[in-house]
């Protein structure tokens, strides 16, 4: 199946694709392990997600969950860290059990045995059935940022310069940015059965072009992309411009 590429007319339209296939995969496997995103192009998807299980159409009893990242040294209270986001946009407002849930603990000193817990949780359940992404600028997915190796699993990574300051708009300052995150690897990513990678707006325009168009490269971490066998690409018009699918 390779990439298939959904085109988008605005941001709710791409979130209601995104929330589609999600809800698809949940109806055709109600106990299915979703890999879940953080940042700001999912809260579309969650939202919609959200909806339709207000509606009565959508049931997260037996799902499973499992987060892409998490930074060291935030507690989960911190209304910053990805664990409080997922509360906020989807966990408190569907019927998901929070034993079913997943978020690293950013709080764990030991990385390498909070990562490999990570990882043999996932791989215990079964492995990932479909994991949501969004695209950093820089062509990051997870916190794997260019030059990434490709066949990591969960691990601690620092932070480049320019993502701690991307992500200093939300802490007030550079310096409250935390430095190191825990991150599934691009291998994790890649074992994952499918993948919906959700993109919006003009200023992503260059970079989705580099990862869905480009060479596959580790300075372009999201071309990884291109070789997974069922991966899904849904963007809006403005982040697409540049993609001549
Ligand atoms: C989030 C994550 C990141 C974001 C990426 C895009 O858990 O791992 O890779 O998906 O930084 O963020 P937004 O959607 O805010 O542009």
């Given at each position: 199946m390779g990439m298939r590429v959904i085109r988008?007319?605005?941001?709710?339209?791409?979130?209601?694709?995104?929330?589609?296939?999600?809800?698809?995969?949940?109806?055709?496997?109600?106990?299915?392990?979703?890999?879940?995103?953080?940042?700001?192009?999912?809260?579309?998807?969650?939202?919609?997600l959200v909806e339709w299980y207000n509606k009565g159409d959508l049931d997260f009893q037996y799902v499973r969950s499992f987060n892409l990242d998490?930074?060291?040294?935030?507690?989960r209270t911190s209304d910053q860290s990805y664990y409080f986001f997922m509360h906020e946009h989807l966990f408190d407002r569907v019927n998901i059990e929070e034993e079913n849930t997943h978020v690293l603990s950013g709080m764990e000193r030991n990385g390498e045995k909070e990562c490999r817990e990570y990882d043999e949780k996932i791989l215990s359940m079964g492995g990932i059935d479909l994991q949501l992404l969004g695209l950093g600028h820089d062509g990051h997915i997870g916190f794997n940022e260019p030059g990434a190796a490709f066949e990591k699993g969960t691990h601690c990574v620092t932070l480049k310069e320019?993502?701690?300051?991307?992500?200093?708009r939300f802490f007030g300052s550079p310096e409250a940015v935390p430095k190191q995150a825990y991150t599934m690897g691009i291998k994790s990513i890649m074992q994952a059965r499918k993948i919906v990678i959700v993109v919006s707006g003009a200023d992503k325009a260059d970079i989705a072009e580099q990862a869905f168009m480009g060479p596959v490269v580790p300075e372009v971490p999201a071309s990884i992309l291109q070789l997974h066998n069922d991966v899904v690409v849904i963007g809006?018009?403005?982040?697409?411009?540049k993609c001549s699918f």
């Open positions: 988008a007319k605005d941001y709710k339209d791409m979130s209601r694709k995104a929330a589609n296939i999600i809800s698809a995969q949940i109806l055709m496997k109600p106990d299915c392990v979703l890999g879940l995103a953080t940042g700001s192009t999912p809260i579309g998807t969650y939202d919609q998490e930074y060291v040294g935030l507690s320019a993502t701690v300051k991307a992500n200093s809006d018009e403005a982040a697409l411009a």
